[in-house]
T-cell receptor
């Protein structure tokens, strides 16, 4: 049971480049989400999905796109990387009902130079 | 807007109980209270969650105030491995969003 798997773990981008952070879960969870965590702060929600084909914006969606074509995968795309997007990114999944445990990936460290 | 408020840091001695407080005065009736902890360079780890009643598991206990505007995470016997940042989070049932506070850095002294 792999849980929530994120790739890559580390990435350095140049300003203006695009890239995709991958997230996959093998627990058949309906709810998946992406967060960013800046130094000394809690996680902030970027985008989330409550099922395949359904996505919605979180607190800080600008500069990011997502899609949910399958239950298992929820990739996060950076359209044109900016230094302000230097952060640690976490993917999470859970069953849809809010009273369930949320499972997090190990994080992706992104640096934009 | 819903939010949680926690002390920035707390210290405790090893083998002693720890009470980590959290205020969430804007909580709605169906929002669950979750606690997660995070070690350096790792993803958040589930600790406990609850809605109205106090909850216990092998890691900790969660005491929820009767009006649900505050809660306390209780580590019954802290060890050095419990040193981490502890986050009190509201999981909003209305839109499945998690509202994170800045967290409490727990320091355990040997």
């Amino acid at each position: 049971n792999a849980g929530v798997t994120q790739t890559p773990k580390f990435q350095v981008l140049k300003t203006g480049q695009s890239m995709t952070l991958q997230c996959a879960q093998d627990m058949n969870h309906e709810y998946m989400s992406w967060y960013r965590q800046d130094p000394g702060m809690g996680l902030r929600l970027i985008h989330y999905s409550v099922g395949a084909g359904i996505t919605d914006q979180g607190e800080v969606p600008n500069g990011y796109n997502v899609s949910r074509s399958t239950t298992e995968d929820f990739p996060l795309r950076l359209l044109s990387a900016a230094p302000s997007q230097t952060s640690v990114y976490f993917c999470a999944s859970s069953p849809r009902v809010s009273g369930n445990t949320i499972y997090f990936g190990e994080g992706s460290w992104l640096t934009v130079v | 807007d819903a939010k949680t408020t926690q002390p920035n840091s707390m210290e405790s001695n090893e083998e002693e109980p720890v009470h980590l407080p959290c205020n969430h005065s804007t909580i709605s009736g169906t929002d669950y209270i979750h606690w997660y902890r995070q070690l350096p360079s790792q993803g958040p780890e589930y600790v406990i969650h609850g809605l109205t009643s106090n909850v216990n598991n092998r890691m900790a206990s969660l005491a929820i105030a009767e009006d649900r505007k505050s809660s306390t995470l209780i580590l019954h016997r802290a060890t050095l491995r419990d040193a981490a940042v502890y986050y009190c989070i509201l999981f909003m049932d209305s839109n499945y969003q998690l509202i994170w506070g800045a967290g409490t850095k727990l320091i355990i002294k040997p």
